[in-house]
């Protein structure tokens, strides 16, 4: 009985044979190529179809550029923002158990669930001339709806879970050791989240930022109802490609197509850079007596 219990480690769960595992991974390659590889191809070949000069003629219009720099700025004012909503999600979520909890992991979730151009038009409702806050608004000079501050605000709405799931699901998993030992040394709660709690989250927290800027750049459905589509003023990427489209100025649209094809494929670059680094990480912490799990010391936590 023991000599066979001591064999079972080794063996593999599964034990499908060679041809199986050879179908399984053709489908899903085939699966890639038709939903994923082709398309991505189209868009590169059809923007490049009349050569890079024209690509570049494209990309470096005055309405692109505009679109390109709304982009960016929308995104790195959404991303911080989540970040810090998901930090202080997660902390409350992850650490404590309360009455109402539950709600509020659904809340957090919600905006997975529902519909981007539902989302735009509960904005518009609140924020527009007509909406709840519109007219008190209006007064004092603020313009939401149909300008920069909207599109943040929608942004920030379909895209504050990816920071706070991935936070919450770590904190949920880790151990409270080190936070323990860190108040017994006489930390505050403020210096154990930020010399023991956040840096034991970290990988969590970049994957989390990953997944929320490129959610960021590629959003169409909530700041397409919130923008008003004023071309070189409230139009991001995504917008800009659907105008030129619609103009049948294919080559500048899908050159501008390209340019959030690129975002995305760095993005992924960057997501696979980052789950690598992790995984040696992790190897080299359980590898060594000294791993992330061990107790802060005193001077550590000054």
């Not at 082709?38 to 494209?58: H, S, T, Y």
């Not at 997501?271 to 992790?278: D, G, S």
Request: proline fraction near 5%; aromatic fraction near 10%.
């Amino acid at each position: 009985m023991s000599a066979q219990g001591s064999q079972r480690p080794s063996q593999s769960p599964i034990a499908e044979p060679a041809w199986v595992r050879r179908l399984l991974v053709g489908l899903t390659l085939v699966f890639l190529s038709l939903v994923v590889f082709v398309p991505l191809a189209a868009v590169f070949a059809e923007a490049f179809r009349k050569g890079p000069g024209a690509w570049w003629r494209a990309i470096s219009d005055g309405e692109t550029l505009s679109a390109v720099r709304l982009t960016l700025f929308v995104t790195a004012s959404a991303v911080p923002l989540n970040v810090a909503f998901g930090l202080v999600a997660a902390w409350a979520l992850g650490k404590f158990r309360f009455r109402g909890r539950g709600l509020l992991v659904a809340l957090v979730d919600l905006p997975l669930s529902i519909s981007p151009v539902v989302a735009g038009l509960v904005f518009v409702l609140l924020f527009g001339a007509r909406g709840w806050f519109g007219p008190a608004l209006r007064e004092h000079g603020i313009q939401v709806i149909f300008a920069t501050p909207g599109l943040v605000i929608a942004t920030v709405f379909v895209t504050f879970p990816y920071v706070a799931r991935e936070l919450i699901s770590h904190l949920e998993e880790q151990r409270t050791d080190a936070e323990q030992a860190a108040l017994s040394l006489g930390a505050t709660g403020w210096t154990t989240f930020w010399r023991v709690t956040l840096p034991s989250c970290k990988w969590a927290l970049l994957y989390g930022v990953i997944l929320c800027n490129a959610r960021a750049m590629g959003e169409f459905g909530a700041v397409s109802v919130v923008s008003g589509h004023v071309r070189g003023e409230t139009n991001t990427l995504p917008l800009q490609v659907e105008i030129l489209y619609n103009e049948y100025d294919f080559v500048a649209a899908f050159a501008a197509a390209s340019l959030l094809a690129l975002l995305a494929l760095v993005t992924l670059l960057a997501k696979t850079l980052l789950e690598a680094h992790e995984a040696r990480t992790a190897a080299r912490g359980s590898g060594s007596s000294g791993g992330a799990g061990r107790s802060p010391t005193a001077k550590e936590l000054r």
